[in-house]
T-cell receptor, first 112, second 112 residues
């Protein structure tokens, strides 16, 4: 499979805690993207980090990128019940021009 | 601004039937794509289009056809439905293939 991998597959935390999800990939990239999917809905783009960036912030989201290790992490700080969703990373498909390949996702559950 | 609209939201077919899943976007995006999402497998690219009149195969194209006669519309046709095509289908659009994608809310398809 050409898909990236996220870990953990599932994560359960208490409201107010931080949640960290990791993504690994196998090829060169020009950017890496993170998406959220609420149950029964389509994916929503969260943040894009370019290959020459190491860290990016958006509100309570912090994304890091380590191109030498071919990995990225998504940190959600001070989590809320509304953050309960699946989170996916996506990157350019190996040898596939401008197509995106999505990982298998991390299911996050934030409990009250 | 509706974004990406998919119809129908739910469909049940019998093996061997054909049908068309509709996708329309109002953002004047050149790039459109179809994915299927199965449990534990993330999103897999079926077909994509980089502009009107241009389509190409993704990772899992067998059993599906597409056409792109206008910038706005990108229908997905199941030629002869099989139980293995039971899945949730998502249409997405973006300005370019490796840029943030805008997703519809999906079509949940069951093949009996």
């Amino acid at each position: 499979s050409q898909q990236g991998e996220e870990d953990p597959q599932a994560l359960s935390i208490q409201e107010g805690e931080n949640a960290t999800m990791n993504c690994s990939y196998k090829t060169s990239i020009n950017n890496l993207q993170w998406y959220r999917q609420n149950s029964g809905r389509g994916l929503v783009h969260l943040i894009l980090i370019r290959s020459n960036e190491r860290e990016k912030h958006s509100g309570r989201l912090r994304v890091t990128l380590d191109t030498s290790k071919k990995s990225s992490s998504l940190l959600i700080t001070a989590s809320r019940a509304a953050d309960t969703a699946s989170y996916f990373c996506a990157h350019r498909t190996p040898g596939g021009g401008n197509k995106l390949t999505f990982g298998t996702g991390t299911q996050l559950k934030v409990e009250l | 601004n509706a974004g990406v609209t998919q119809t129908p939201k739910f469909q049940v077919l019998k093996t061997g039937q054909s049908m068309t899943l509709q996708c329309a976007q109002d953002m004047n995006h050149e790039y459109m794509s179809w994915y299927r999402q199965d449990p534990g497998m993330g999103l897999r690219l079926i077909h994509y289009s980089v502009g009107a009149g241009i389509t190409d195969q993704g990772e899992v194209p067998n059993g599906y056809n597409v056409s792109r006669s206008t910038t706005e519309d990108f229908p997905l046709r199941l030629l002869s439905a099989a139980p293995s095509q039971t899945s949730v289908y998502f249409c997405a659009s973006s300005s370019q293939g490796n840029q943030p994608q805008h997703f519809g809310d999906g079509t949940r398809l069951s093949i009996l």
